[in-house]
Each structure stands twice: as C-alpha cells, then as structure tokens.
C-alpha cells in the first residue's frame, strides 16, 4: 500500500491497521494457525486502542481498533503479549477458543520511560526530560543545507552503536546493518563520520531489508549517504553517443584457418543491436548472417525522457536503475539539466531543486527513480545530465532535448516600394493601438535592397530546409541547389561577399551538432534562427552557398527525386500515391526552367534521366485524353473544351523539350488541333491559362498570335507607382491553376519572351516582391516560381549607395550602417532587427526617402507570440478541422473508447485514440494537416506510409513533435481519422492545436482550440 510508514502523516488508525494486514500477509505463519479476536479494555470495561499483541518468539503483530478490537492468527499453545503505553503486560496461552477478551491493569510507573516505535523510523529510548534523536526514512537525498539544524545537532550528541531500530517486529534491541556510500561498513566507521559530512539516513525494515541484504539485515539497515559520494557521482562519465545506428569501415582480419574477425566502436546506448553480415567470393557465392549484440553495464540507469520539451508543461521524470550482478547495490542518482546554447545550470529554473535521490537495488533487480520538473519559457534547448552510481559501478547519459514554445509565432508584415528620387511613409496599425496584456514581441525587421538577386538568395534556405518529403519539395530543394550554383558563378560581387561571411564566421552552438535536434527546432520553431546575431545568420547563409557543400547536396537530392518517380515515369506527390500528372508537368517544366539557366553536361545528364520516361509518360496521358475528346469528333466540328487548364499545362510543360524529344505524329496531329482552339479560344481563358497560351503558341511557331495574348493582357492590367503592374482578376483559388503567385511568376516569363517588354517586367516584379513574406512566398512551388521570374527576367538593377534615408519613429538610419563592410554595401542589400526589448510604438511609423536613380523595395516585418492555450477554435472556414481524444480500452466486445475528461484522467501506459474530424465545404486539392502532439505522447505508428480510409486517400507523416497528413484531394463533405498514441509521460503538459490548410494556397486555413493534458 505504501513505501514507507511515517506517524508524522495523517493516517488514520484504520489506514494503519491496513497497513500492518499487509506486512503480516507477508510474515510466514503456520498452516494451521486460526483467527484469534477480541476486546481489549480497561478496568472500566472501556475498549484500548493501540494495543500490541505479539505471538512471543515471531514477528508475528497486530494492533487493536479504536474500540478495542483486534484480530491475530495463531495456533493452539502459542502464547499472544498484550502491551501498551502506561498498562502492565499480560500474556495468555492460546487453546481451543477464538475468542479472547483481555482486560489490562493500569502501570502509572511506566510513564516514566516512553518507546517510541514506528516502521521505518529510528527512535532512540530515552528519559522524557531529555531530547530525542529522530531520524525518518527518506527517499531523497538532498543537500546539506536542507538537513533540520536539530536533527545535525541531536546526531552529533548521540553515539551511533546506541542506535537502534525498533518497530512491529524488532523489540530485542539486536543491532542493525549499517551502509554507508554503497558499502556494507562496521560501527568503527560509523562511530567516525561527522553530523556534516552526512547527506542523508535511509532506513530499511523487515521484509524490504531482508529482500535486498538476506538474513545479516533481519534486525534492520541504516543506510547513510555522505558528501563524499555525492562528488564522486559528479565525476561520473556519462554516455554521449545515443545514436541508433553504429557506422564502421570493418578491417577484416584472416588467421591462419581462414576465419575472419573484425571490430568496431558501438555507440554507447544501453539497447539490443542487430548485426547483420553479407559475405561472397569471386563466383558470386554468398553467406548471410544476422546476430543480436546487447550493449549493457553491472549498473544502468535508463531515463524515459519525451521527445521534446514545451515551455509551461510540467513532466515527471523516470529513470529505471538496473543491477546485473549478483550483489546488492546502493547508490545515489542525479538528474541535472544545462541551457544548451550557454551550458549553464538552469536546475533551480526547471523547479529541480531536490535532483539527488538514493537507490536500492537488489542481486539482478531494477529500481526506478523519479523527478518533477517544470518547463521555462526562454529557452531554445536543454542538455540533461542523469548520473547513478552504487560503489565501485556507475553509469549515465547525457543528450540535448529541445524546448518548443507555448506560443504561436504571428507574423505581420507590410512591403515596400520606393520609386527613384521619392519619400513613402508605412505605418502599422496593430503595432501602434497594441494593448494586449497576452502579446509578447519577438522581433521587428527591416530589409531594403534594389537588388533582386538578394530576395532570391534570402528565399533560397526555406526551399533547401523544407521539411517534407514529398516529390515536387524534394524537386523544390534540387532547383534551389541548382539556382544557388548559378547565382554564385554570374554574380561575382555576391560571391566575394560570401567568402568574406565564411572567413569571419564564428564556430557553430551546440545546438547545431545534432542534426536531428536541428531538424525538430527547424520545423517546429523556424524563429529561432532569427534569434541568432547578423554575424552568425551571414556565416551559415555563406555556408548554405558553400559550392562544394551545394554540389553534394544537389547530388543527394536529385538521387531522392530520382527514387520517387515511378516505372511509368509519373510522379506522386508522397510516396504510395497515385501518379499525378501535374505534379509531374511541374517538376518537368522546372527541370525545363534549370535547362535554359544552366547548359552543363552535368545538368543536362540529371534532367535527361528524368525527362527520358517523364515526358512519354506524359505524351501518353495527353493522348488518352485527347482520344476520348475526339473519338466522336468529325472534320468540321470545332474540338471542345471545357477545361484547357491541364492540356495547356501540358503542352507548356512540352514546349521545353520539343528537341530533344521530337514529337510523334500523332502527337503533332493532336497538338495541331488545340494549338489552331488556343488561337480561337484564348480570349476567354483565365489569367493564367492565358500566360501558358501565349508561350505555348511562341515556342510553337505561332508567335503572332502569341504576341496578341500579351498586348491584351497589357491592357487588361492595372498599374499602380505602390504595387506596380499587376491584375486584379489574379485572385487565389483552391485549385493549382488558381496561384497568384505563379500566375504572376508565369506572366513575367511570358512578357519577357515573348516581346522582350522590359519595362513591363520591372514593375510586374514589384507585385511579386510585395506579395513576400518574411522569408520567402507562401509556398515551395510558389517560391521556385517567384524566384526564377525575379533572377532570370528584366533588368539587371542597380545596387544601392548610400543615399537612402530611413527613419523608424524619431530614429534616423542611413545604409552607412553598412559602411564597414564596403563590400557588402555594394551588394545593395539591408537587414536591420530589432529584438523584444527594443520594439516600441513609435517605431509603428516608417518613413524611407530614396534618393537614388533606381527604385528601392523590401518589406518590414514584426512578429510577436500568443499563447496556444488562448488560441480560439476556427471552424467558420471552408476548410475546417476539430479534435478529438479518447482512451482505448479492451473488452470482451472488442476495443472501446471513451472520451478523455476530469473524471478518467490519463494514466502512464494508456492507449490514446486521436479522432480529427474534417469538414470541407468546397472540394480541395493538395491539402495539409498538421496535428501537434503533447510532448507525454508517444506514436505508435511511427512509419510514414500512405493510408486510405473513409473515403480518403492520405500520406501520413510521423515527425517528433506532430504528425502530418497530406491529402491530393478532399471533396466537399466530412471524414473522420482515427491514429492512436501511447502515454509516456506523468505531468501536465499544452497539446497543442491541429491546422490545416490548402498547402498552394494557405490563405484557406483553419485550426482548433488550443487544449490542455494532465496525466496522473
């Protein structure tokens, strides 16, 4: 029922009585003793409580009730020792009866000597006039300080060989087993050690002594912990390397019979490994053998740590402590925990005051050993420390978790266009009337640049970095590698400012070392990046451009982009899907785009491997499509078609490769036909069917007419000196053809081309940039997209000099600020910050005077959190999602659910059911949901795999912190997933919320209520 027994608790004689049932169950008794019972009373017949009766020569006890009452089993001829404080002993035989009612005669002179008795407690017998040495039973160990001044004092005035342990079963004063720092020590060493160099006294008692020490503990252990243990704990070499997989070039060594032996180093995680081995000669035959090899110590501590931590959860730390040798071990464990960027201690901010415990565990047996911890906010990630040891054997582990934030990171920002010889003035609205008492700035940024190379360049490690791994952002990291390579080689200045960042760059934070620490902190928490000084973000954007790095890279990315196409030569957008045609007319159409930007053997290898099945796979989805339209279709009949959107993606996607890939000529009858509808048709195309039509019909011969698409869409446009030339008809859609984005990144292309319209180009540009958001577009596609219009069109700007004027508020910044680096300056690109604590009202206001010949443009951005917990449901959207959590039970009828309240509260080891109900009240396409998860959750499908369920074909994701899942399409109506997770972890912690979101278009995009879990 408990683990130790202290009078100082508020337990009730009953619990006490309950308690002491179940040592006695534990107590061997003759198979044929029988109940005893009774009243114990007064002279005056009124019932004792508190009685001892004990069967002489046993430690066999029991305790009478408030009325009296006991109850002992015993056998016939065994004689039952009633006591009590200030009433004479008296003992009587047992025979035939059960039923035994005792009457106790006061003793007045009793009173003068007390025995205080107590499981677990050491109590020493002395006059009541003097004081009493009290020493509890303790699991924790903590630092000498926290020891009560009198219990030091009363120690020191008491002689330990006078220390007994007296309790239910112990009234002969025989001495105790004493261990002190993990070993078994005599009372010399015990008569020595001094009250301050002690930590703490643990007690051990009867069954649990014995357990642990055999019969050399049956009259009791004191186990005493000093401060010299406590240093040695410190020093305890932790384990580092937890990696899951041990790498290794074997160097195979042959005696003289031909075996063959080898070694290598395994990394240092306590687990099971499985060793396979592949051998073969020279013709070919081969051997395979798969073995288990098991990494383990004499002493183990295994922590069960979450994957990750999040700011304001409070978590219950456990760590199993496992003996695997034939000896008793005592010992002490720390749990520590540092600041990862700075290695301070932070124990006292995560509430771990009390991180010292002391263990027991017996010959081949395992212990566990718990702390209570609470999450800060501030911190980026935190490096645990967890350390035993129990004499001459120690163990430990050392690792860094990262911390998520509680908050939602929100974003608003506000881009900028200044004209040559002009002055704008900006103002955030928000910024300037912000009241909130919730809100918490993170930071405001200002970028200026006249060069459009800079924007490009900044985009760049959003598409490099993306954390999905689907074809068309697996394509959108090789076309950013790409890209990166081409900007470096053409542009010199950058390039030299590039290897200037790299040579004064500082060494990387700890932080960085773990790639899979990094890749969580990248997904979950992008920001943290932002945290970092100009000089690191410089050095690690050089790095990203590193040529050797970039070569590598591109390398590996275009094998995964590879390996994702299928045997037909189609795409999937994740792997398990369906091929999609237009995610394969996309990644083919960039391909295309990387083919006019760089003519390489090298390149022009990598797109051909793609490009040589891609395109027939293509070619044969056109032709199907084309045969079912004009199966019917007699000479004179004008050809229909209702939706063009996907065969003029087609025949753009096409146009790349029209010689290298000679069309058939079926296809060119087929091509024939929707080129003369395209010359027909095109005036009642959408905007962005008009930009495919026109560079179609140009790189088709039909330039003339090509050429009337764009003098139209000249003069449908609007033209504004804020945000350029644009078209207010380019409105986002749910479908792939409805992008703005792209729309505008493909009318660039076309006028570039098609009537080489520079001027046009230019200030198309401006709608684009200022369609930007912090880092980059809101999309990969639409990324790759905006950055080829914006490298590869116009005018080749000029870079800013210093002669731009820009004030925050009442603070006047010049681009002098650059001035040191001349280099750099030259470039024409700015980026000032300033942090949480530097963000006032005034600076709401921003005023930019352009003093230059050519026009200036950037964006100013400010961000600041919300807690998670305060964000409310969204579920007016379109498309809309809600959650769900259930704890799955098994019955004799199969798995049931029941939903999670206040009343069934969640229990280490529980089976957690996520139901997420989805509504879309229009049909959708390329949609992502994202469902947080609290950080005592554990996956129990961890493998990413495509699913089909409810009507729902879906790329399910597992990442550490969330789980993800992608869907082709949903069509109007609601569906219901259902995934489970398991309990890991005791505490109270934030779940999250769940979001989703038209991945092309995120302006379509809902999310719920932030909740709370709480753990028992």
């Known amino acids: 029922m408990w683990f130790g027994f202290n009078f100082n608790d508020s337990f009730t004689l009953f619990q006490q009585r309950e308690y002491q049932k179940q040592l006695l169950k534990k107590i061997k008794k003759p198979t044929n003793a029988k109940l005893i019972y009774g009243i114990i009373s007064d002279k005056s017949g009124a019932g004792i409580s508190g009685v001892s009766i004990i069967i002489k020569g046993t430690q066999r006890t029991a305790t009478s009730d408030y009325d009296g009452y006991y109850e002992i089993e015993a056998t016939s001829n065994e004689e039952l020792i009633f006591s009590s404080v200030g009433y004479q002993n008296q003992s009587i035989q047992v025979k035939s009866e059960r039923n035994v009612n005792i009457n106790l005669l006061d003793n007045a002179n009793s009173l003068n000597e007390v025995l205080i008795m107590g499981y677990g407690t050491i109590r020493k017998k002395v006059s009541l006039g003097s004081s009493v040495a009290v020493v509890e039973e303790d699991n924790n160990v903590y630092n000498s300080a926290g020891i009560e001044e009198s219990l030091q004092d009363s120690m020191s005035r008491t002689n330990y060989k006078n220390i007994i342990i007296r309790g239910a079963g112990n009234t002969n004063g025989s001495k105790p087993l004493y261990v002190v720092d993990g070993e078994i020590s005599s009372e010399e060493v015990i008569n020595n050690l001094a009250a301050e160099d002690i930590l703490s006294v643990n007690i051990l008692k009867n069954d649990k002594a014995t357990a642990l020490y055999g019969t050399k503990a049956a009259n009791g252990v004191i186990i005493i ?81 979450p994957r990750f931590f999040r700011e304001k959860d409070t978590i219950f730390i456990s760590a199993k402590i496992s003996n695997v040798t034939d000896k008793v071990k005592t010992g002490i464990a720390i749990l520590q925990f540092f600041d ?154 950058i390039a030299t400012v590039f290897e200037n960042w ?56 275009f094998e995964k982009l590879k390996q994702k196409q299928h045997s037909s030569g189609g795409f999937s957008w994740f792997e398990g899907g369906y091929e999609n045609e237009y995610i394969t007319r996309h990644i083919l159409a960039g391909l295309g785009h990387l083919s006019k930007l760089n003519k390489s053997g090298d390149n022009e290898d990598k797109i051909e491997a793609i490009a040589k099945s891609g395109i027939p796979f293509l070619d044969t989805k056109f032709l199907e499509s084309y045969k079912i339209r004009t199966k019917n279709l007699k000479t004179n009949d004008k050809l229909i078609w209702i939706n063009p959107n996907s065969d003029l993606h087609y025949l753009y996607t096409r146009s790349f490769y029209l010689d290298d890939y000679k069309l058939s ?296 912190a969330a789980t993800h899942f992608f869907f082709d399409q949903i069509n109007k109506g609601t569906y219901v997933l259902e995934y489970d997770i398991r309990v890991n972890n005791s505490g109270e912690f934030s779940n999250g919320i769940t979001t989703i979101e038209s991945m092309y278009a995120p302006e379509f995009a809902s999310h719920t209520k932030g909740i709370r879990v709480k753990v028992d």
């Open 225 to 305: 912990t000093t401060k010299k243990a406590l240093e040695a704990l410190t020093q305890v070499k932790a384990r580092k390397n937890l990696s899951e997989t041990a790498f290794f070039l074997p160097n195979l060594k042959t005696d003289s019979n031909g075996k063959v032996s080898f070694n290598f180093t395994s990394p240092e995680a306590l687990t099971a490994w499985k060793l396979r081995l592949l051998a073969h000669n020279k013709d070919a035959v081969s051997g395979y053998l798969e073995k288990s090899v098991i990494t383990q110590k004499e002493l183990m501590i295994l922590p069960n740590f």
């Open 340 to 493: 990862a960027t700075t290695m301070q201690p932070i124990d006292a901010k995560m509430m771990n005051a009390k991180n010292v415990h002391n263990f027991n565990v017996g010959a081949f047996g395992n212990t566990t050993a718990t702390w209570t911890v609470s999450i800060p906010e501030g911190l980026q990630g935190v490096q645990y420390k967890i350390l035993a040891k129990a004499g001459n054997f120690s163990d430990g582990e050392e690792n860094i978790l990262p911390v998520l934030t509680n908050n939602m990171l929100v974003t608003e920002s506000m881009p900028i266009w200044v004209r040559e010889n002009s002055k704008k003035e900006y103002t955030f609205e928000n910024l300037k009337n912000n009241n909130s008492t919730t809100l918490r700035n993170h930071q405001f940024t200002l970028e200026y640049t006249s060069n459009p190379s800079w924007i490009a360049i900044q985009a760049l490690p959003y598409l490099m970095e993306y954390e999905h791994e689907c074809a068309e952002q697996t394509f959108a990291r090789f076309y950013a590698n790409s890209l990166a390579s081409e900007i470096i080689a053409s542009n010199t200045k």
């Open 502 to 557: 790299r040579k004064n760059g500082k060494l990387n934070v700890k932080l960085e070392e773990n790639d899979e620490l990094k890749s969580i902190i990248l997904a979950e928490t992008p920001w943290l990046n932002d945290a970092r000084s100009e000089d690191e973000k410089k050095k690690n954007l050089a790095l990203l451009f590193d040529l050797e790095k970039m070569k590598t890279s591109q390398e590996a990315t």
């Open 665 to 960: 000529d079926t296809l060119k009858k087929a091509t024939k036909l929707y080129i003369e509808a395209i010359k027909k048709d095109w005036l009642s195309y959408s905007l962005y069917e008009k930009g495919l039509a026109s560079l179609t019909l140009n790189r088709f011969g039909e330039k003339e007419s090509a050429k009337k698409i764009i003098e139209s869409l000249k003069e449908t446009s609007s033209n504004n000196e804020d945000w350029g030339m644009y078209w207010i008809a380019n409105k986002a859609g749910w479908y792939w053809y409805q992008a703005p984005i792209e729309t505008q990144a493909l009318l660039i292309e076309a006028f570039a081309e098609v009537t080489h319209d520079t001027k046009s180009v230019d200030a198309m540009k401006v709608w684009l940039l200022k369609n930007k958001q912090t880092k980059n577009w809101p999309t990969t596609k639409a990324t790759t997209e905006a950055i080829y219009a914006l490298l590869m069109q116009g005018s080749d700007w000029l870079s800013v000099k210093d002669n731009t004027v820009i004030k925050l508020g009442d603070e006047k910044i010049t681009t002098k600020k650059l001035s040191e680096n001349e280099k750099e300056a030259e470039t024409g690109y700015i980026k000032l910050n300033w942090k949480s604590d530097e963000v006032k009202k005034e600076m709401a206001t921003i005023k930019i005077e352009n003093k230059s010949k050519v026009p200036g443009f950037g964006g100013v951005y400010w961000q600041y959190f919300e807690d998670l917990d305060k964000i409310k449901n969204n579920s007016e959207a379109i498309l809309s999602v809600s959650k769900e959590l259930y704890l799955k039970k098994s019955s004799v009828k199969g798995d049931e659910l029941e939903k999670i309240t206040s009343k069934n509260p969640l229990k280490i080891g529980n089976l957690v059911t996520v139901r997420l109900i989805i509504t879309s009240k229009e049909d959708t396409e390329y949609v992502h949901l994202k469902d947080m998860r609290a950080s005592c959750f554990e996956p129990v499908n961890v493998l990413s795999e495509y699913q089909y369920k409810d009507r729902l074909g879906y790329y399910m994701s597992t990442k550490d």
